[in-house]
């Protein structure tokens, strides 16, 4: 009997192998793009929306390229200090790649980088265990807005409803979620249901490279910060 490909052993060391030479690519990429683009700047992200980030990526990409992923290794790609930095001044660019953070470079002009990623937001609903932005509530009476065969799924969310000749009523007030708070599953799925869209993909410039100068954009933070870190 043949064996089955299951049970079949995997070499770690090819495991290993593969995600060394993963990583190998992606440190020769960025310092390919390095040398392609005028300039490098470190972004940082909120409630990342990975769809309507590729049309970003895409919208932009005759002109520039992102790079998202471990911070690691793409600090190792531009060199994490004077001794071994790709080239002059960059190492203070992997220096702010903490945290959700990517690169951007580009060959855009610094205004439109600004306008780009400063206009930029994109509304969408809020996942489990994002931050409610404002209290959402419901009144007792008539949810005119479902139809009767989603009573039993309400109900399973934790609502106080029933069906009241044929239409969905709340027995009592409820509140869905309170500002501040985390949402639980329940809260994120009726949120859903009420069309209401409490999160904001939002894209943060932190600092620009270019061969002749470096810039700061975040508040806070001052270039002796980047230096001694």
Known sequence: MPKSKRNRAVSLTKTKKKGRE???????SIREAVENYNSI?????EN????????????????????????????????RSV???IRPGIHKVSKLLR?????????????EVERLFNEYEEYDFAR?????MEKVELKEGPLEQFT???????RKQGMPVRLNKGVVELVSDYVVCE????????????LRLLGIKMATFRLHLICRWSPEDFELYREGQDESDVESA
Not at 99 to 111: I, Q
């Open 22 to 28: 993963h990583k190998e690519t992606i440190v020769n």
């Open 41 to 45: 700047y470190v972004f940082t992200f």
């Open 48 to 79: 990342m929306r990975n769809l309507k980030f590729k049309e970003f990526r895409e919208q932009l990409k005759s002109t520039s390229r992102f790079f998202l992923g471990s911070n690691k290794v793409m600090q190792v790609s531009l060199g």
């Open 83 to 85: 001794a071994d930095e």
């Open 99 to 111: 945290g959700d953070a990517g690169l951007f470079l580009t060959n855009l002009p610094k205004e």
């Open 128 to 132: 489990t265990g994002s931050i409610a």
């Open 148 to 154: 009767h065969e989603m009573e039993p799924f309400l």
């Open 179 to 190: 500002e501040g708070k985390h949402l639980s599953p329940e809260s994120a799925r009726i």
